[in-house]
């Protein structure tokens, strides 16, 4: 396709609403074919700036996900998924919802640090905890800077349950971890798996691991004894809907024991992006697309009402529905996931403190 960034979701970078003097960049509205190469080569270029946040934990208001707290190691992240809800958050960063997104990553170095630090205060109470919430904890660059690694390391320590939602592979590199975690059942992993459809999967959700590859890391986390839960999200009518089956399936075959589904919705700037990429990739069934996902928002794009908003509304959302609890009920019927540890914390909280005091006691001689 002429002009498409490979390796990419978003083509474009729609305006920032928090910037007056920002607007969408098209490739097709660049007069030179010099500034159309600029775009397409120097802007793809992914960028890691290091940020110094305060905090790490965020309290989550919504009702809809069924968590204390979320925390997120990374702003922005480079899978590229191309239906993100986190993308229009980073324009409180300054940066656009598009491209921006997946080429300005945020990186939090002295998140661990922040971490114990809350855990350390007596006035923290265990409470539930899930990263990521905005990005994935997973995303490439953890390779390199291991960030979540030492964030587990830290949860390990105090002996604080965490639940943890990747698309990405790379989550079996902290096996050794998340194995002593959960002895004590202190972990949930999640894997959000889209498609087995690798060809759609690569245009979806570009820059995250292969569904084979995905499968593999939940056999392997299930053959572990971690309990691993399956998001097939989101549903997207007219790409991803008919493979509901397969995907509960193959992700109960690899030891999966539960799964979940949300329905799109493209808040904010995505459905801007959404619409351009539909177009560019699927222009023989785009229409039909973006007139089914309206079709279970109240006629819009998205729906931002809780209870709501994720499941959808109408007779394709109920369809889905169905489809979703015949899958569970055929495939996951029995499985139990085991409730996580909240009772160990205070203790090991303490044996820390008192250990720490003995260290500036010993400095003392």
Not at 47 to 69: A, C, Q, R
Not at 335 to 361: C, F, H, M, V
Request: aromatic share 8%.
């Amino acid at each position: 396709m002429e002009n498409y960034i490979k390796g990419r979701g978003s083509q474009l970078n729609p305006t920032n609403r928090f910037e007056k003097n920002s607007k969408e960049v098209y490739l097709e509205d660049l007069p030179t074919n010099e500034e159309r190469e600029e775009l397409l080569t120097e802007n793809p270029k992914t960028k890691y700036i290091e940020v110094f946040p305060k905090t790490i934990l965020n309290k989550v208001e919504s009702p809809d996900l069924g968590m204390g707290f979320s925390m997120n190691p990374y702003q922005g992240c480079e899978h590229g998924c191309i239906y993100c809800y986190a993308r229009n958050s980073h324009q409180y960063w300054g940066y656009s919802s598009g491209m921006e997104f997946e080429q300005n990553i945020l990186v939090k170095k002295n998140a661990p640090e922040l971490l114990e630090k809350t855990l350390l205060n007596p006035k923290w109470k265990a409470d539930s905890i899930m990263f990521s919430g905005n990005t994935d904890c997973y995303q490439p660059v953890e390779r390199k800077l291991e960030i979540t690694r030492k964030l587990l390391q830290v949860f390990l320590k105090f002996k604080h349950p965490v639940g943890m939602i990747t698309k990405n592979a790379l989550i079996q590199r902290d096996l050794d971890i998340l194995q002593e975690m959960n002895a004590y059942n202190l972990v949930h992993v999640t894997f959000s798996l889209t498609t087995l459809d690798e060809k759609l999967k690569r245009v979806l959700e570009p820059r995250t691991s292969s569904a084979q590859t995905v499968l593999r890391a939940i056999n392997t986390l299930s053959k572990a004894s971690i309990p691993v839960n399956v998001n097939v999200a989101p549903i997207i009518p007219g790409l991803n809907d008919e493979s509901i089956f397969d995907v509960v399936k193959a992700a109960a075959d690899n030891g999966a024991l539960s799964a979940h589904y949300t329905i799109v919705r493209l808040n904010g700037n995505n459905g801007l992006l959404f619409e351009d990429w539909v177009k560019k990739n699927f222009p023989d069934r785009a229409q039909k697309v973006l007139h089914q996902i309206k079709t279970m928002h109240g006629g819009k794009l998205n729906d931002s009402n809780f209870g709501r908003r994720m499941r959808g509304e109408g007779k394709f959302a109920e369809l889905v529905k169905m489809q979703f609890a015949l899958a569970r009920k055929k495939f996951l019927a029995g499985r139990i996931t085991p409730e996580s540890n909240y009772d160990l914390y205070e203790a090991a909280r303490r044996e820390i403190i008192n250990s720490q005091k003995g260290s500036r006691q010993l400095d003392l001689f």
